[in-house]
């Protein structure tokens, strides 16, 4: 329940279904987010869509392509906010992004602060995130206790890593997705 005050009826009608409400312990509660650094968009989250949170360095261009694989191969699409540039500021277009998003890839190699930032940003959407990571000691504390697909940055290593990948996606698209 809402507390009077904190948010109208209005307001809480017109949050994208995704951001007004989360379950607990199978009830259904409302959990208002109110950020001040980025506006909340309207539009509602796309089941298709996954978004890819990672370092932007070119070494890292190989894996971005075996995550697009994979994700193709699951029937999905995928998104890096440098494809994408329809705000003023990058932290808008991510924020839009995982907003957009159901499902998160954050690859945690190197341990870049952004991509723990965006982590926490889709954790607290209730994204469903799959973490990679060329190194588990990359992967900070807080987060170790969820799975991690760690892969190796060479041919070999990414194909495993794409297949692997795949048919995560594709466990977790059918969850979401309505049967055809």
Same mark, same amino acid.
């Given at each position: 329940?809402? +507390? +009077? ?28 987010? #109110? !950020? ?11 089941? *298709? ?47 839009? @992004?995982?907003?957009?998003? $159901?499902?998160?890839?954050? *690859? ?13 940003? #889709? $954790?607290?959407?209730? =994204? ?5 990571s060329q190194s588990l000691?990359?992967? !900070?504390?807080? @987060?170790? $206790? $969820? ?15 794409? #297949?692997?990948?795949? +048919? =995560? ?5 059918? =969850?979401? =997705?309505?049967?055809?």
């Amino acid at each position: 329940m809402v +507390e +009077e005050g904190l948010v109208t009826t209005d307001q809480l009608r017109r949050l994208p279904d995704h951001l007004g409400k989360t379950p607990v312990s199978g009830a259904r509660t409302h959990l208002v987010v #109110a !950020p001040t650094v980025f506006n909340i968009p309207n539009q509602q989250t796309e089941d *298709d869509l996954v978004s890819v949170m990672m370092p932007f360095d070119a070494d890292f261009a190989p894996v971005y392509g075996a995550i697009q694989r994979s994700c193709a191969d699951a029937g999905l699409r995928c998104l890096r906010a440098d494809d994408i540039w329809q705000e003023t500021t990058i932290v808008q277009d991510i924020f839009n @992004l995982l907003v957009l998003s $159901h499902i998160v890839i954050v *690859d945690f190699s190197g341990r870049n602060p952004n991509v723990m930032y965006e982590t926490g940003i #889709a $954790h607290t959407l209730g =994204r469903q995130v799959i973490p990679i990571s060329q190194s588990l000691d990359d992967v !900070p504390f807080d @987060l170790r $206790h $969820h799975r991690v697909l760690k892969y190796l940055p060479n041919a070999e290593g990414l194909t495993s890593m794409q #297949a692997t990948l795949a +048919e =995560r996606l594709k466990t977790l698209s059918r =969850r979401t =997705r309505p049967s055809s």
